[in-house]
């Protein structure tokens, strides 16, 4: 009887000791093997044999990490401050470098990414944190990369989530904005006002060249004003007309004055003459 118990219990350790042998590691797995403390090798996927006691295997997973950036404050370049947050997505591609060059690369990598995002931003103005993400998350990006590619991890992309303002710098870029709006609409009336400038300056050279030309204008402008129920019309009469018609009448009044002949002025009565005694 004790023979078969112990029997039976030798044959109980073989058949755990050889399930703890055999390991089994899914395709986005990986193993780093330690043999007697050393770096073995790195095994994967599929089932690979660890010898318990002398053998020690640490799982990576090589599949992307999202990981979430906490809220940072960060200082502007023009002294303003905001709350940043951002997400990077990363991988690991050499598994030995992230278990032995790094203690836990995942909490590494967030405490990176968390004074890369200060320190990069706070290099930048507000209206480019606003207006320039993609050419932020790309300079955060590759400082990042540059960083964790000694720990065999591949920063694939850094994507800024929330740029918080405070109210009272939302009210001054929004009056910033109207302002912005008003200068535009200003230098559009004011281009619009040279273009009808030049556009009036050649109709008025296409007018000129014919003597009566500004007249026929004239005439058309007072058919239009015509058709309106306004009982007042103002209409202006140019220079040039009313001094030919000055003129004309000079003219006829001198030529008048110049046929009349002497007999035809009246005569005027004579003094009456002292009686010589």
């Known amino acids: 009887m004790l023979a078969n118990s112990v029997f039976g219990t030798l044959a ?3 058949i755990l000791a ?6 089994i590691l899914r395709e986005y797995e990986r193993g780093v093997v330690f043999l007697l403390g050393r770096f073995y090798k790195v095994k994967g996927p599929g089932l690979i044999i660890i010898i318990p006691g002398i ?11 999202v990981m979430d950036v906490p809220s940072q404050d960060v200082i502007s370049r023009d002294n303003v401050s905001v709350k940043v947050s951002a997400v990077v997505y990363f991988r690991v591609v050499d598994p030995q470098k992230s278990i032995i060059q790094v203690e836990n690369f995942l909490a590494a990598t967030s405490q990176f990414a968390q004074t890369t995002l200060r320190s990069v931003l706070g290099k930048h103005e507000l209206d480019e944190m606003l207006a320039e993400r993609e050419k932020l998350n790309m300079d955060i990006q590759k400082v990042l990369d540059i960083q964790t590619d000694a720990w065999g991890i591949k920063v694939s992309n850094v994507e800024i989530k929330h740029v918080d303002i405070d109210e009272s710098m939302i009210r001054a870029i929004a009056r910033q904005a109207e302002a912005e709006r008003e200068r535009r609409a200003k230098v559009i009336h004011a281009e619009g006002e040279l273009q009808a400038s030049e556009q009036l300056m050649q109709a008025a050279e296409t007018l000129s060249r014919q003597a009566g030309a500004m007249q026929l204008r004239y005439l058309q402008t007072l058919t239009t004003i015509a058709g309106d129920k306004s009982n007042t019309v103002i209409f202006p009469v140019p220079m040039d007309l009313v001094s030919t018609l000055t003129e004309s009448t000079g003219n006829r009044r001198a030529k008048a004055s110049d046929t009349a002949g002497p007999e035809d002025a009246p005569s005027l009565p004579l003094p009456n003459s002292a009686e010589s005694t």
């Open 18 to 23: 050889l399930f703890s042998i055999f390991r």
């Open 55 to 65: 053998q020690k295997m640490v799982k990576v997973d090589l599949r992307t990490v």
């Open 12 to 14: 109980l350790i073989l």
